[in-house]
């Protein structure tokens, strides 16, 4: 059983560029979460996408888009990116029957700086 | 608003000795409470999860309690180790069905232990 993987592990980037990042849901998983987490603080909900549809988005602007493709496989894009977009992004899947029975399977996130 | 506070912010210990963190929760309505330990640099990992209906649950060292009545847990760890040292993060969730952006996050414990 292959766990969440996430790429790359760091990235920098100058304010106004676009970035994508990557994420592998573990296998059997078919829902995929997006977390931003700000250093000392908790993970904060992007979207979730089930079956490459997004169902349930936190409140982040438009410039925060994502896909999820038929593998379960899902990118996070940011566009106009700004200093505070700084941040570790967490990817993380489940099975989209209970948060009870299925826990969020935690990547080991992008570290994402903004220059 | 549904907010999770933990406490102490961070604490410091020496191995061996025992340590309780603290989470006190808003939200409504309840259905499930998760503990997660995140490494530096590495995403959370789930230690315990407890329904309404469990007053507590252990995993190894770590042991949770829950008070429902006081929207009130705790996270014991035993006889630290240097490998416990990382953020312990509560995560609430007011249902059971699958909707990862209804989760609360608290902020986490910063727990280091010092030889």
């Known amino acids: 059983e292959t766990g969440v993987t996430q790429s790359p592990t760091h990235l920098i980037k100058t304010r106004g560029q676009q970035v994508t990042l990557r994420c592998s849901s573990q296998s059997g998983h078919n829902t995929v979460s997006w977390y931003q987490q700000a250093l000392g603080q908790g993970p904060q909900f992007i979207f979730q996408y089930y079956r490459e549809e997004e169902n349930g988005r936190g409140n982040f602007p438009p410039r925060f888009s994502g896909l999820q493709f038929p593998n379960y496989s899902s990118e996070l894009n940011v566009n106009a990116l700004e200093l505070d977009d700084s941040a570790l992004y967490l990817c993380?899947?489940?099975?989209?029957?209970?948060?009870?029975?299925?826990?969020?399977?935690f990547g080991n996130g992008t570290r994402l700086t903004v220059t | 608003k549904n907010q999770v506070e933990q406490s102490p912010q961070s604490l410091i210990i020496l191995e061996g000795k025992n340590c309780t963190l603290q989470?006190?929760?808003?939200?409504?309505?309840?259905?499930?409470l998760r503990w997660y330990k995140q490494d530096t640099g590495r995403g959370p990992v789930s230690l315990t999860i407890?329904?309404?209906?469990?007053n507590t649950k252990s995993n190894g060292r770590y042991t949770a309690t829950l008070d429902a009545d006081t929207k009130q847990s705790s996270l014991h760890i035993t006889a630290s180790q240097l490998s416990d040292s990382a953020s312990y993060i509560c995560v609430v969730s007011p249902t059971n069905n699958f909707g990862n952006e209804k989760l609360t996050f608290g902020t986490g414990t910063r727990l280091t232990i010092i030889p």
């Open positions: 993380a899947s489940s099975l989209a029957l209970s948060s009870y029975n299925s826990p969020l399977h």
């Open positions: 407890m329904t309404f209906s469990e």
């Open positions: 989470c006190n929760y808003t939200v409504s309505p309840f259905s499930n």
